[in-house]
């Protein structure tokens, strides 16, 4: 089946650094990635929608200078998340939408980045 | 615009019992419709989806779940809980856009 990674699975910095998680589709490609943030017994919120090539495509409320997105190959995207603080602290999963599959909208999900922000 | 609602942020069943989850959307175009699990600190796998072929879809584990259009309804059933069953599900909507719009989710607890 299709796998999706992200890395690292866990990260602790302190307030004002920068955290960079990858998100890689390893068995098919993705011209289509997206970004979610889900809080302790919430549910997932979609924050950005990845396209390989250009710009995100943020939904509202998401501050784009705050968290960057990249996504420079078919199989890759990046989340920067620019001088973090507490708040920012959160569980974030990529998925990857099978360019295969566009029919049945399919999408892999990651295994989550917990980020906690001292 | 798409939504989703699940009804039950937590359930309980016995192990053997029915599992039903329910799951409300409301959306302007037809949609698809997927149901997540997710365990702790893990992504979410995906169970099964409908899009637009047979109203009655089988996914993994022996889930399924039932798409009625007249109820805008999309319910998760499983004959007999398993232990293993205990986690977090999701129900989701898209347009088939890409954008999924999940549900608050419902916590499915089984006891022995």
């Known amino acids: 089946g299709a796998v999706v990674s992200q890395h690292p699975s866990w990260v602790i910095c302190k307030s004002g650094t920068s955290v960079k998680i990858e998100c890689r589709s390893l068995?098919?490609?993705?011209?289509?990635m997206f970004w979610y943030r889900q809080f302790p017994k919430q549910s997932l919120m979609l924050m950005a929608t990845?396209?390989?090539?250009?710009?995100?495509?943020?939904e509202q409320g998401v501050e784009k200078d705050k968290f960057l997105i990249n996504h420079a190959s078919l199989t890759l995207s990046t989340l920067t998340v620019t001088s973090a603080h507490p708040e920012d602290s959160s569980f974030y999963i990529c998925?990857?939408?099978?360019?295969?599959?566009?029919?049945?909208?399919?999408?892999?999900f990651g295994p989550g980045t917990r980020l906690t922000v001292l | 615009a798409q939504s989703v609602t699940q009804l039950g942020s937590h359930v309980s069943v016995s192990e053997g019992a029915l599992v039903l989850l329910r799951c409300n959307y409301s959306?302007?175009?037809?949609?698809?419709l997927f149901w997540y699990v997710q365990y702790p600190n893990q992504g979410l796998q995906l169970l099964l989806k409908?899009?637009?072929?047979?109203?009655l879809v089988k996914g993994i584990n022996g889930f399924e779940a039932e798409f009625k259009k007249s109820e805008t309804s999309f319910h998760l059933t499983k004959p007999s809980a398993h232990m293993s069953d205990a986690a977090e599900y999701f129900c989701?909507?898209?347009?088939?856009?890409?954008?999924?719009?999940f549900g608050q989710g419902t916590e499915l607890s089984v006891k022995p």
């Open positions: 959306s302007s175009v037809p949609p698809y």
């Open positions: 068995d098919f490609q993705a011209t289509t």
């Open positions: 998925s990857a939408r099978d360019i295969a599959k566009l029919g049945t909208d399919t999408q892999y």
């Open positions: 990845s396209n390989e090539g250009s710009k995100a495509t943020y």
């Open positions: 989701a909507v898209s347009d088939g856009g890409g954008k999924l719009i």
């Open positions: 409908y899009t637009s072929a047979a109203t």
